[in-house]
């Protein structure tokens, strides 16, 4: 496998690109709203839980199956185990990855109006900072049918340009510039939140654990958290770990990328959490919490639109680092099952993506009367692929590493 643009060449480039894509909007707006509205501290104990002691160990054996392969997720697992019929697995990451690339667009989208409304103040941006304004703000801008959707648009060609300069050109060297950007504004953020007079409730909130508040769903919601936080369950660090070269180690970067995805979680609790008691928010907001919490904290800064800018590009630097994980499952797939060139493989998971993008973001404004199983189409495509899919996948890889591949194999690709 190892032509150039087809393996990770540094050590920071395995790195950059795997926190790159466990580290997004699962982290920054996933994880504050979830918490949120799951009790803080408790949320986060399950969630710690949840990530050392099971994901830790998939990540290990999504690396091993990717890493000894080379292969895309339905290659590897034919590879494998050759004449079985765990080649199917290959078609549901492709469906999902699809699937959570195309809502996930959306946000990553909202982002985009968020970071270009504080760039060039339209619509008088968060000039009133006030919870209702910032909250009819949010509403009347998602449920309004064309700039969402024009949004997603642009994100997902953004994407494209990316993407279809290949690994190491494309993902490798993106990764490496914008993950120390993301952490460098992330702490600046923090040490700001901490300077707020809510931020001993806010920090209380967020690390004091009330045990009462530990539920089977906060078990459930902390568990989906998990494997959506660290890319589990879809191949996407399958996809990866081919790109690694046989020097990598694969303990080391697995228990790496959790400890600094949970730091990006936590900073971002941090950030957020003090600004919602500063403010008087309501920590149970949903998954509009920080398009409404953080313009209020630019309000009250000098330089405020400064700051918001730079805040809504770090959320985008953060979804585009995930995004193209999640776009390259399915490209490696296109590429290498069906022999198509980068170019076409890209066009054809981009616009894919595209067509059901627009019908997620369409789905909080013409479309929010349409409902499957009672859930709007940008609920069911969280819900379906996040809740179900992901943690039906990490039980079958983890699965076939334990039962399906010889121990030799395994022992010599982690060690
Ligand atoms: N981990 C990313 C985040 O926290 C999202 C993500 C990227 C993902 N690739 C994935 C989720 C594959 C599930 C499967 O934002």
């Not at 997720?73 to 990451?93: D, E």
Request: glycine share 8%.
């Amino acid at each position: 496998m190892a032509n150039s643009n087809t393996q990770f060449t540094t050590r920071l480039g395995v790195i950059a690109t795997t926190v790159g894509s466990a580290v997004g909007l699962g982290n920054i707006w996933r994880f504050p709203y979830e918490a949120g509205m799951h009790g803080g501290g408790a949320f986060l104990l399950v969630d710690l839980f949840f990530i050392f002691i099971i994901g830790v160990p998939v990540l290990c054996a999504e690396f091993v199956i990717g890493r000894h392969t080379g292969a895309n997720i339905r290659g590897a697992f034919r590879a494998l185990a050759p004449g079985q019929r765990w080649g199917w697995m290959g078609y549901l990451s492709l469906i999902s990855a699809i699937g959570i690339l195309s809502f996930y667009s959306v946000v990553a989208g909202w982002t985009l109006e968020y970071l270009f409304a504080s760039l060039f103040s339209y619509s008088s941006s968060f000039a009133d900072a006030s919870e209702s304004a910032l909250h009819s703000r949010f509403a009347s801008f998602a449920t309004s049918d064309v700039r969402p959707v024009l949004w997603t648009i642009l994100f997902l060609i953004a994407n494209y340009f990316v993407l279809v300069r290949g690994v190491t050109k494309g993902i490798e060297k993106v990764s490496n510039w914008l993950m120390p950007l993301l952490f460098i504004l992330l702490l600046a953020f923090c040490i700001n939140s901490l300077f707020m007079p809510g931020a001993a409730e806010g920090l209380r909130f967020l690390f004091y654990p009330d045990f009462s508040q530990i539920t089977p769903s906060v078990i459930l919601g902390a568990m989906g958290q998990a494997f959506f936080s660290l890319s589990l369950g879809l191949g996407c660090m399958v996809t990866y770990a081919a790109y690694f070269n046989s020097r990598v180690p694969l303990i080391k970067t697995a228990v790496t990328t959790a400890i600094l995805d949970t730091l990006v979680a936590i900073l971002a609790g941090m950030i957020i959490f003090p600004a919602v008691f500063t403010f008087a928010r309501q920590p149970a907001a949903g998954p509009q919490l920080i398009f409404e919490v953080l313009p209020s904290i630019f309000a009250s800064l000098p330089a405020g639109r400064l700051w918001s800018s730079l805040l809504f590009l770090l959320l985008f630097i953060a979804s585009l680092t995930s995004t193209i994980s999640m776009a390259e499952i399915s490209i490696a797939f296109f590429q290498q099952e069906c022999s198509m060139p980068r170019r076409r493989a890209t066009l054809l998971t981009i616009a894919a993506a595209m067509f059901f993008g627009i019908l997620c973001a369409l789905s909080f404004g013409s479309l929010s009367s349409l409902k499957i199983f009672g859930l709007t189409i940008f609920n069911l495509f969280d819900y379906v692929t996040s809740n179900i899919i992901l943690p039906i996948g990490a039980l079958v890889i983890s699965i076939f590493v334990g039962w399906k591949l010889p121990l030799p194999l395994l022992t010599s690709s982690i060690s």
